[in-house]
């Protein structure tokens, strides 16, 4: 059964447009919200109704919102995190470029929940075109009173900036986004004290995703039971899966939390490409480790990917079909996460660079003995040790790689060649 909450009007041509986008509902729930609830009113119906962070970590919004400290005598921010850079991923990009005003009545929405009056959103580099978008929306969103100064006459006022990155991996990262939004290297911060407490500019700051506030409205609107009998237990709600690679049908398919992975595959995407047979998946975006063919029927919520040995993350699904080399797959990965390490930690800088070159070698023929057993002890000492989780993000797809098509691994350095016809 396919539900539909986010993507329900990304259709309609002009939903860019704020007359458009309220013809069809949008700022409803804000009034709703504005009227009807107190702030922790606001907490508690997210965390009654299950939603849990679609960036990647999985963890509760409403119980995340829970952690930041009240009247210590700092502001309270809260950002946006648009900084879709994930290879595999670009779910978020579909909200903002289709239907920004969702995105922004859910920011609204949970800034007052948190009591704060300034939020930003910090939007990939590369989104120049979603950006603007963005922009534009958030200066219609002033001119009719949904940001500013006593929104909808209810005593509440919010400020919301847009502010591009410059196009780093590691600014994903919560911590590295608030170094970057103060001006700073986009490094990531030792952890604790945790942004809840000590975040933007020393004051407690929650980071979400835009997926995840882009639920917050519907969930005002139509009630947390509503929310949380969509999925399955402890992963309520719909979610945008964006599948690209070997299949018919590549796109965005938002898919009640639970759908298995063979339905999305073979009813939604129509199946592989040129009849060939499924090879792998990667059912969360490049950082998690790969699932094989024979584990199509695993349920695609975050449990049950947990329980199959990798994650659900960003949701970013890419299909492999027989014709891949799952060396050279490895190695285009290896070399992202080289090129994108911040170089803070040791393990990170010279680990991902030490991958790098020895796939690159087994790739071109020329892989040595024992090579393989190397990789994976450096994998074992590249994960949880260092600042923040890109080694982990690295390591981790290479050693289920390795793992799952360790023969064509160990053909690559025995026949010096690539066995996939």
Aim: aromatic letters at 8%; a neutral charge.
């Amino acid at each position: 059964m396919s539900i539909t909450i986010l993507t329900t009007n990304m259709h309609v041509p002009g939903l860019q447009d704020i007359g458009t986008a309220e013809s069809l509902g949008a700022y409803r729930a804000l009034g709703k919200a504005l009227r009807e609830h107190k702030p922790a009113d606001i907490i508690e119906i997210v965390k009654k109704s299950g939603l849990r962070g679609r960036g990647g970590a999985g963890f509760p919004t409403g119980m995340k919102w829970g952690f930041v400290p009240k009247n210590i005598g700092k502001p309270i921010y809260l950002c946006v995190n648009a900084d879709e850079s994930e290879p595999g991923t670009f779910k978020d990009r579909l909200i903002i470029e289709k239907d920004p005003h969702q995105l922004l009545e859910g920011t609204i929405i949970s800034a007052y929940a948190l009591d704060c009056h300034q939020a930003f959103i910090y939007i990939r580099g590369e989104f120049s075109y979603g950006a603007g978008v963005l922009e534009k929306a958030v200066r219609q969103a002033y001119e009719r009173g949904f940001l500013g100064k006593n929104i909808l006459g209810s005593g509440f006022d919010l400020d919301l900036t847009v502010h591009r990155g410059a196009g780093a991996y590691i600014c994903g990262e919560e911590t590295a986004l608030l170094e970057s939004l103060e001006g700073k290297r986009g490094h990531p911060r030792l952890k604790p004290p945790f942004p809840a407490v000590v975040g933007l500019y020393g004051s407690p700051t929650v980071i979400n995703n835009v997926e995840t506030l882009s639920n917050v409205p519907h969930i005002i609107n139509n009630g947390p039971e509503w929310y949380a009998s969509i999925g399955v237990e402890k992963n309520a709600g719909t979610r945008l899966f964006g599948v690209s690679g070997h299949v018919k049908n590549r796109g965005v398919y938002e898919l009640p939390m639970g759908t298995p992975l063979s339905e999305l595959i073979f009813d939604h995407c129509g199946g592989m490409r040129n009849g060939r047979k499924l090879k792998a998946i990667v059912p969360g975006g490049s950082s998690v480790p790969v699932l094989t063919a024979d584990q199509i029927d695993v349920r695609l919520d975050f449990d049950s990917i947990a329980k199959a040995g990798s994650m659900l993350g960003s949701a970013g699904v890419i299909v492999m079909d027989d014709s891949t080399c799952m060396v050279k797959a490895a190695r285009r990965i290896a070399r992202f996460y080289a090129e994108e390490s911040c170089g803070q930690c040791t393990q990170c800088r010279e680990g991902t660079e030490w991958l790098y070159q020895i796939l690159t070698r087994i790739e071109n023929g020329r892989g040595r003995r024992g090579e393989l057993e190397l990789m994976l002890d450096i994998c074992a000492a590249m994960k949880g040790k260092t600042i923040c989780p890109l080694s982990d993000a690295a390591a981790m797809p290479i050693e289920s790689y390795i793992s799952k098509f360790h023969d064509e691994f160990a053909a690559h350095i025995q026949e010096q060649r690539c066995v996939v016809a």
